[in-house]
């Protein structure tokens, strides 16, 4: 077998150019994360891994903040639709009172109706045991209309009684539930708007330190293998 000839000089060394900047370029090879600004200088490795870090960091947060703002969303439509329902009952409690007050006003003036008229029963029987028949019948027939309007009065006290305090209570337990609710929610909504201007914060520092900025193909790639 004949001796493999050598290759020239100027070959060898041509080619170990060739080889040397095509290791360059690979290693030189470079992105942008998101669109590349022009300029400036390329991500070192670990603020290559922080600003990818943050990023992902980012699409988790905003979601889980998405979610809590539509939640508190629809608990503020439940707690208007609970406002308008408390406002329809207030005004049959109003209605409640003003019949309580009035068969209070009542109650007043029947009793004062019926001591003015026991005191001229008494003033008549002590007067003539006997009496004008014509008095005797007037003071009976009072009586009689006396009798009527207190068992009236009864009646409308006792159909009232129950139902107004049993809806007075109601609401009143319904009002306290209520505001209790929108006591909590306030909190909630001023912790979310909190959370919420603290991503925008971070999320505009973050397209300060990184958006667009280049970075070598082999960090990333270093960092994605965990090194």
């Not at 439509?77 to 329902?85: A, G, I, K, R």
């Not at 914060?201 to 790639?221: A, P, T």
């Amino acid at each position: 077998m004949a001796p493999m000839k050598k290759l020239p000089a100027y070959v060898v060394g041509l080619a170990l150019a060739l080889t040397t900047l095509a290791a360059a370029a690979q290693a030189s090879a470079t992105k942008a994360i998101g669109t590349a600004k022009a300029g400036g200088k390329l991500l070192t490795r670990e603020e290559l891994r922080s600003c990818l870090a943050q990023q992902k960091e980012f699409g988790t947060r905003r979601p889980v903040l998405e979610a809590e703002r539509a939640q508190l969303d629809r608990e503020r439509q439940e707690l208007q639709q609970s406002d308008e329902s408390l406002k329809a009952e207030r005004a049959s409690i109003e209605k409640l009172a003003e019949s309580a007050a009035e068969i209070d006003k009542r109650s007043k003036a029947l009793s004062a109706q019926t001591a003015d008229f026991n005191e001229r029963v008494l003033k008549f029987d002590n007067a003539n045991l006997s009496g004008p028949i014509a008095e005797r019948r007037s003071l009976d027939r009072e009586r009689a209309e006396l009798d009527r309007s207190i068992k009236a009065l009864e009646a409308d006290r006792a159909a009232l009684g129950p139902a107004a305090e049993q809806k007075a209570k109601a609401f009143d337990a319904r009002l306290a539930a209520r505001e209790q609710a929108a006591g909590d929610w306030n909190a909630r909504n001023a912790k979310l708007s909190q959370s919420v201007q603290t991503f925008e914060v971070d999320l505009q520092n973050w397209k300060i330190d990184c958006e667009g900025r280049s970075y070598r193909e082999d960090d990333e790639k270093a960092i994605l293998s965990g090194k």
